[in-house]
C-alpha cells in the first residue's frame, strides 16, 4: 500500500486526482487539496484539513477517516467543499467512515449529524461513561455542599 500524504501548509491544485485500490490519501494539519475531481480508495482528514472540489459529484471516497485533533464538533462543510456551491454530504451506505484522534485510536462512541435526507454532514465525539460519571457525581457534591449551608 502507497501512501500520499500532504501536512502542515502543503496546498495541491489540479485536474484530477485519484488514488485507487489499496492506496491511501491523507490530508493532515492545514494541507489542502483544490482539484475538479478527487475519487478515493481511502482518505483520512483531519479537522483543518481542506479538500474543495467542482462538485458534490465529483468526489467520491470509499473509506473516509476522520482525525480529531480535540473533542469539538466538526461539520464536513468546514472540510469539504463544492465550487459550485452544491454541499458535500456523505452515506453511511456507500462510505466506510471512522474517526479517530491523531495517535490513531478510533473512537467507538461518535454522534453523527445528518441532513434532512439522512447524509451525515457532521460529527462529535461522545464523552466516555466515565467522563459524564464524573460530571455527575460532580453536580451531586456540589448540591449536596449546597443543601448542608
Known amino acids: ?13 489540479g485536474t484530477s486526482l485519484l488514488v485507487e485500490n489499496t492506496n491511501k490519501l491523507s490530508l493532515l494539519n492545514s494541507a489542502s487539496v483544490k482539484v475538479d ?9 483531519s479537522q483543518n484539513a481542506r479538500v474543495s472540489v467542482s462538485s458534490a459529484s465529483d468526489l467520491s471516497v ?10 469539538s ?7 469539504f467543499s463544492a465550487s459550485d456551491g ?11 467512515i471512522s474517526v479517530m484522534n491523531s495517535s490513531g485510536e478510533v473512537y467507538n462512541d461518535v454522534d453523527f449529524a445528518y441532513d434532512g435526507d439522512g447524509n451525515i454532514i457532521g460529527i462529535s465525539e ?19 455542599l449546597r443543601r448542608r449551608r
Open 73 to 79: 464538533p466538526v461539520s464536513f462543510a468546514d472540510i
Open 126 to 144: 461522545v464523552p466516555e461513561p466515565s467522563a459524564l460519571s464524573a460530571i455527575i457525581g460532580s453536580l451531586a457534591l456540589i448540591f449536596a
Open 1 to 13: 500500500m502507497q501512501t500520499l500524504f500532504f501536512s502542515g501548509n502543503t496546498s495541491f491544485t
Open 62 to 71: 470509499d473509506n473516509l477517516n476522520i482525525i480529531l485533533d480535540d473533542i
Open 86 to 96: 452544491t454541499s458535500i454530504v456523505f452515506s453511511a451506505e456507500t462510505t466506510n
Open 37 to 45: 475531481s478527487l475519487s478515493a480508495s481511502n482518505l483520512s482528514v
